[in-house]
Structure formats: structure tokens, C-alpha cells
């Protein structure tokens, strides 16, 4: 076996967005884009000789194939051993918690999560430090600069490894060893919770379903739900994960996740229902006949927090992202704990939650999570909330519609233009921009626009500086439109408008949120043209 010293030209076009790099299948098969881009993260990353590394994925489409010429390059590049999930495949909160847990440098992650899978669709990758969360932008970014001057690459000409058995073998110098996907995770999950408490509520008649969406996380939830916790058989449904997702988008949404969303509304619905997406980071949690939002989701596992025993002494902080709703900032208020507002994505937690600032985390895109790893986390939102209703003993309905009466609620929904003409979506964003100061003052029916900006963050743990990430129109109520152009997409360009208003009266809690968010709406189509500019009469996705 001898290493093997490649020469490429780089591509311009490897710049990582919100969560690491992302295209179609049939970019990452050409010849040495897959390979300049694991080369740019080794070179930046600079792991000492003998280091170890965690890879694996969600098991979409090519994703064995990137593993084995990852492990070829790992070994051409010094490292002592990875740990590669059987199968390839690993969660990336199971992936965050294996690099923490075996304590290894960092780990490379192959998702394009919610997005679809299979050979047109799209494929991802991405390096995660050693703290177990994914690369700061100041690492992303060096990577970015190393892969636009790349002129070679190091790979180990070899065989392919095994990757179905468990054990050890070898490549080189390098050590592979093949762990269960599962156990380490598991094992995490149950050090968190009650989970004598959710057995108990389980085996009393107390139902749930669990939609997979034939993504990562139906081997975790199997064991997890069915096995540890003794959930009915058939509680976890389309639960063999697939590579192209059984042909779904895997987004754990009201549109996407259908099948799970007709059985909660449906006769004899359940008493509790979830999904994950297509890398098992994100969760939807549904009651009978009910929808939580992220945003709520993330206030009420906050005020309730103390009823799970990982978390009884109480909360350190609460970061959200910025377009996520104001609703755990009440919480965060009324127990008088800091409350952080990140840019977009799961990167800008990490110093925080390594600061031991915060220890809660949430995004309104289906996304909470906690320090227990560095990346939101699908089933542990799950095991949270059931561990809260074990608890509790009251239908998931009654603890949200208790919560808005105690803290009001924030009504918020998302409006997505996907596949937009990039130039027609950037002129949207331009426009806003140009409108600042006309805009600033100016009222619409109810609504008094005051202040308008283009949000900027600075990490208060390393002063690291991150503009541009989305245009706020916050109004004098309280209330916010925002617009942000997504950086996880692979085709044009997607516009996110968030809308939010608050509302403080108990008897306006029940409206449906498009009801309560219908003037908002209206505001923002106007100031942002955005039917003029891109000709969309409406959005491809609400939630
Ligand atoms: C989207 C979400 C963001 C999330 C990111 C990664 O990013 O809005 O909140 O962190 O996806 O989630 P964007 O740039 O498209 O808005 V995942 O589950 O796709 O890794
Ligand atoms: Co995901």
C-alpha cells in the first residue's frame, strides 16, 4: 500500500454555507472535488501525527463511497484511527457525541440533512471540532481559502474497508474501527432522563408515533422508543433509513412529514407525535390534533426544564438564533438567566455552550438541543418532551396553551421562495437594504416600524465579528419581520421570511398563527416587492 500524491486544480466553489458544503451528487462524483475538499480541512485543521477522527453519515445517497476515500485520505494524512459508524452511518448528534466521548480531533459529517437524496439529489459534508460541534466560521472560512489554491492531495491506494462488521482493521497505518452507531448515543440519552418515568407513562396507555421519514434516525429511535422504553411496535414508523429517503424530502414539516401529520390529525390520533430530518438534528413535535412550534418548543422545554434530571438544577442560559421567536426570551426573563440572539446555524452555539453561558439552544427551523453535545438533536427534543408529559401527566395541548397564558404568545410562522433566480432573490435583500431609512418611523395600520438593520453578531466569548445575517424590521410592539437568504440550498436562491407578533391577551391564544400574522404578511410583501421582483405569487413552503 503506498501513498499516493495527487495533483488537482482547485474548484471556486467550495465555499461552506450555514452548515458545511453542500451540492448535488453529481458535483461532489467529479474527479477531486470530494478529495480537494477533505484535503482543504486537513490542511487547516493540522491534526498532530496519530490523531484520531470520527466520520460517518447519514447514509444517503454516495454516502459510502465518500467515506471510503475519506479513509484513504485520513490514512495518507496521518491519522492514527477513526471511528466509522457500521454502515457509515452516523446521526450528527450520535457523530458530536462519539467525538466527545472517544475524545477524538474532530470528526467529518456527510449530510445535506432535510435536503433530498439520491443520484441527482443532493449530498453534503462537513468537519466538526473537537469540542464535537461543527467548525466556527473562522474555520470554515480557512478552509475555503485553503481549497481555492489547492494543487494536490494525499490518498492511500488500498482496497475498500468493511464498513458492515464491527471491529478493527487497518489501512495503512491508520486503524479503522467500525463502532455501533447506536450505543454510544443511547447510552447518553438515558444518563439525560427519567427514563423509568417514560416507561411508565408508556406502558399506561399513553401513545406515541414516531415518523423516521426513512432517514437516519429510525435505528436510533427503534432502540431507543421501542427497545429501552418499550414503546408499542410500530411506534416508530418509515424507519429504515434509505438512500434517497424513499423519494421524501426529509424535512420533519406539516407539508413534509404528511404521513406522521394525518395520523395526529387523524380519528384515534396518538397522544404524541414527532419526526426527524434526513441527519436526525432536528425534531417536529406534534400533540393529537396539535402543533408546536420550534420556537414554542424551545420556551417550553426551557420552563420546564427542571422536571428532567440532567437539567434539575436549573438552566446556565438560552441562546436562539435571530429569526427564531421571542418566546424563550420570556422564559429566559422570568428565571433570570442570560439570554443570547445568534445568527443562523448551530455553529454560533458551540462558544457559548463551551463558555458555559448557555444550555439550551433553538432555531425556529425544527432545531433544539443542549450541551450534553455541540449539535441540535432530533430524538434527545423527543425524549425531553416526553419526559416533561411523564412528568406532567396533561396533554401536550394544555401545557402549551398554559404556557401563552402565563408568558402571552408569540405567533410565528415561516414563509420559504425556493429555487428563486439568485439575481431577482439578491434584489429583494438589496432593496430592503436601500429602504432603511424611509422605512424607519413609518407606520402601517397597527404597526410602527421601529428600527431597521441588517443583524450583526459578535461572539462575546471570542469577539469574532459575523455580518449580513438578515434583514430585521422590528416594529414598536415587538413584533419582527425578517428576511435571509438560506445557505444551505443547491439550487438558486431561497428567500425565508419570518414573521412574529406578540400577543399578550389569553383570549386571543386560539387563532390560527396565519390569522393572527395575516397584516405582517401584507407588510411584507409590500416593502420587499418581492412578487414584482420575483414574480412568486406565493411561497413553496409555510410552516
Ligand atoms: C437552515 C435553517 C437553519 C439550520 C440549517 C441547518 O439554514 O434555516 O436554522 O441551522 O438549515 O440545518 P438556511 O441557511 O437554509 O436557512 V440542518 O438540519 O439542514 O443541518
Ligand atoms: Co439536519
Redesign the pocket.
Known sequence: MSIRTVSTQPFSDQKP???GLRKKVPVFQQPHYLENFVQSIFDSIAAPKGAALVVGGDGRYYNREAIQIILKMAAANGFGKVLVGRGGILS?PAASCVIRKHKTFGGIIL?A???PGGPKEDFGIKYNGTNGGPATETVTEAIFALSKKISSYRILDAADVSLDTLGNTTLGDMQVQVIDPVSDYAELMESLFDFGAIRELLQGGFRIKFDAMHAVNGPYAKHILEGRLGAAAGSVMNGVPLEDFGGGHPDPNLTYAHDLVEIMYGDNAPDFGAAS?G?G??NMILGKHFFVTPSDSLALLAANATLAPAYKKGLAGIAR?MPTSAAADRVAQALNIPCYETP???KFFGNLMDAGRVTLCG???F?TGSDHVRE?DGLWAVLFWLNILAARKQPVEAIVTEHWAKYGRNFYSRYDYEGLPTEAANGVVQHLRDSFAALTGKSFGKYTVKTCDDFSYTDPVDGSVSQGQGIRLLFSDGSRIIF?L????TEGA?L?VYLEAFEADASHHHLDAQVALAGLIQIALRVSELQQRTGRDNPTVIT
Open positions: 454555507g450555514t452548515s450528527t449530510s440533512s432535510h435536503n430530518d441527519d438534528d432536528r438564533s443562523t446555524g448551530w432555531e425556529e427551523s432545531g441540535k435571509r438560506s445557505g444551505t440550498g431561497t425565508r
